[in-house]
């Protein structure tokens, strides 16, 4: 089992940045995945951004490509998401997750298997 634990959300103005991180603990080894996410009240889950184990690959939604940054230190069980001039539409609680399975799209939810239970992310206009 893996635990993972969202801190670093709050409000911020438009056009400002907030840094996110996750903590994991447990059977960390199983984290090749890792991955962000976020909804909205009324919407469905969606993807933020996913990096691999080792960090060389990352791929993001279009709606933040440019603005945020992804990265994850396994040393520190860690990851981050790293969010510049955000918008409004950034506003959403903000999931970190992860899996073991190297294979299948980093975009569906359904393909992670730990989960954390969020930070509120508020980007005020």
């Known amino acids: 089992q893996v635990q993972l634990v969202e801190s670093g959300g709050g409000l911020v103005q438009a056009g400002g940045s907030l840094g996110l991180s996750c903590l994991a603990s447990?059977?960390?080894?199983?984290?090749?995945?890792m991955a962000w996410f976020r909804q909205a009240p009324g919407q469905e889950r969606e993807f933020v951004a996913g990096?691999?184990?080792?960090?060389?690959?990352?791929e993001y939604a279009d709606s933040v490509k440019g603005r945020f940054g992804i990265s994850r230190d396994n040393a520190k069980n860690a990851m981050y998401l790293r969010m510049n001039r955000m918008k409004p539409e950034d506003t959403a609680v903000y999931y970190c997750?992860?899996?073991?399975?190297?294979?299948?799209?980093?975009?569906?939810?359904?393909?992670?298997?730990?989960w954390g239970r969020g930070t509120q992310v508020t980007v005020s206009s």
């Open positions: 990096i691999s184990w080792t960090g060389m690959y990352t």
């Open positions: 997750a992860a899996r073991t399975r190297r294979e299948g799209t980093w975009s569906t939810p359904n393909n992670y298997d730990y």
């Open positions: 447990g059977r960390t080894a199983s984290t090749n995945i």
